[in-house]
């Protein structure tokens, strides 16, 4: 999801039926995320303005109405690593209450990633603490899902993300 291409994406959604759809963000062409800008964008930003990029795509694709669920909502630590690490992130929940309150809003499934189990963050996107909030906050739809872009990450740590999700 791109807000650029909101309304292109909404015409592929009416013209075809899925039983599900999964919205997320990742970086793309020109991102501050890329290997080769990462830490050029990193330096002397304050945490808010380096996961805002993401972040806020995130919350709008969560308004958006477009999606039954929206997939990993912070797979931004995948490119951040080890600029900042997961830990850095989880000592300020409050960035993910946007999302979190947008999911509420919108009826918006949350998905639990377990492919952040293979990468260098170590941790499901987004980490227990934060389904545990999405809860907290009357969030009720969870999924799911391993992220399997290759036939042996089928089902990765399926029990791990069941465990972050409860």
């Known amino acids: 999801y791109e807000r650029a291409w909101e309304d292109d994406i909404r015409g592929h959604l009416r013209r075809h039926a899925y039983d599900f759809t999964i919205g997320s963000v990742h970086a793309y062409a020109g991102s501050p995320y890329d290997p080769?800008?990462?830490?050029?964008?990193?330096?002397?930003?304050?945490?808010?303005?380096?996961?805002?990029?993401?972040?806020?795509?995130?919350?709008?694709?969560?308004?958006?109405g477009l999606f039954d669920a929206i997939g990993h909502i912070d797979v931004v630590k995948r490119y951040l690593h080890p600029l900042v690490t997961p830990a850095v992130l989880a000592g300020a929940p409050e960035l993910y209450e946007p999302i979190l309150r947008a999911l509420v809003?919108?009826?918006?499934?949350?998905?639990?990633?377990?492919?952040?189990?293979?990468?260098?963050?170590?941790?499901?996107?987004?980490?227990?603490?934060?389904?545990?909030?999405?809860?907290?906050?009357?969030?009720?739809?969870?999924?799911?899902?391993?992220d399997a872009h290759r036939s042996n990450h089928f089902a990765w740590a399926l029990a791990d993300g069941y465990a972050a999700a409860t």
């Open 105 to 146: 809003d919108s009826g918006t499934a949350l998905e639990v990633n377990t492919s952040g189990l293979r990468h260098p963050c170590e941790e499901t996107y987004p980490s227990p603490a934060i389904v545990a909030r999405f809860r907290e906050l009357g969030g009720e739809r969870v999924t799911v899902g391993s």
């Open 36 to 64: 080769s800008r990462v830490a050029a964008w990193v330096h002397g930003r304050s945490l808010a303005e380096i996961v805002a990029p993401s972040f806020d795509e995130v919350e709008a694709a969560a308004r958006s």
